[in-house]
Each structure stands twice: as C-alpha cells, then as structure tokens.
C-alpha cells in the first residue's frame, strides 16, 4: 500500500503529493519520503541537499527562483507549520506550458507537497504567521547557476491570494520579461 496519493497538475511534470497520515488519539504518523514509491525525484531517487525556511509573517513573497541547466534540480517542497500558497512557473522554452504557473495550498494539516521538477521556477506567500518549510533537492546548490523570475511580473499574471506583506529586495529586482 503507497504512503503517497499523487495528484496531477496542468503543468506536465508538476505533481502534488499527499501523504498519508496514520493516527490515534496520540497524533499522527507519516511517511514523509520514500525513493522507492516516488522515483520521479530526480533520476535516481537521490538527496543532495535539505533545506528549512522560517517566515514569520503573513502575506510575505519569497520567489520565484531557479537554477539554470546543467544544475536544474528537482525540488520536493513541503510545510512542517502554518500554510502557504506555493507556486511553480514552467520555464521549460519548448513546452506547451511555458511560463504557465500553477499553485497550491501547502500547509502542515493537509500534509500536501510539490514536486517540482527541473525547468521550473518556485516560490510562496504565506498565508499565516510563522510558517515553516522543508526542501529536499537532487542537486547541490550552485551559486552561479542561480537565476529568478519577478513574482509580480504582470506576464506571469500569478494571483496572490493575498496583499504583498514583505519582499526581499533581491526578489523585487528581478527584471520583468
């Protein structure tokens, strides 16, 4: 029996796990990763890297970032605490999908992640205070590949659901297309 549900996305590649949880009065138990049930992450089901992010207040932007072939990377994106509204942009140039971006509610009830493949660019609001993420990355981060899109780009036209609380100024400076 799979500890995951997958759910499909208009975006080809872009999927939403559901973990199962398993509870009693005590709380809950879940699987939070299993390479062997999503091979899809990465080639070969491999953790270069793990990330934690803490945003404290509500409505902020953090996003929208990528890294540039050879060191596209797949990202599992998941939230330990409060609730967000995760976003991934197809930057893939000879997709069907280019710059189409698709969001979903992640938060620590729903026990929803993303996978995001390479050739997409990610970011979040959140949508409570303190708000907690975790990352597992096929690739090591490699500065000189990182690249980002504005996440208020009008072409990008995402819906925030909420007004923009706070915005790194790195964020803000990315050009628009």
């Given at each position: ?6 759910l499909p996305t208009p975006l080809a590649g872009l999927i939403v796990i559901e973990r199962r949880q398993m509870g009693d009065e005590r709380g809950f138990f879940s699987r939070f990763f299993c390479r062997d049930e999503l091979r899809d992450f990465g080639a070969d089901g491999f953790i270069a890297q793990i990330n934690h992010t803490r945003t404290r207040n509500k ?119």
């Amino acid at each position: 029996m799979s500890r995951f549900n997958r759910l499909p996305t208009p975006l080809a590649g872009l999927i939403v796990i559901e973990r199962r949880q398993m509870g009693d009065e005590r709380g809950f138990f879940s699987r939070f990763f299993c390479r062997d049930e999503l091979r899809d992450f990465g080639a070969d089901g491999f953790i270069a890297q793990i990330n934690h992010t803490r945003t404290r207040n509500k409505g902020v932007i953090r996003g929208m970032h990528f890294q540039r072939p050879p060191h596209d990377e797949t990202k599992f994106v998941s939230c330990l605490s409060g609730a967000v509204f995760d976003v991934a942009v197809d930057i893939r140039p000879d997709s069907p999908t280019y710059l189409k971006w698709h969001g979903e509610i992640l938060s620590a009830e729903n026990a929803r992640s993303m996978m995001i493949p390479g050739g997409f660019a990610h970011g979040f609001q959140t949508l409570t205070e303190d708000c907690e993420l975790l990352y597992l990355h096929d690739k090591h981060y490699a500065p000189e590949a990182e690249g980002g899109l504005n996440p208020l780009d009008p072409r990008l036209a995402i819906l925030w659901p909420l007004e923009v609380s706070q915005m790194s100024e790195r964020d803000r400076s990315f050009g628009l297309l």
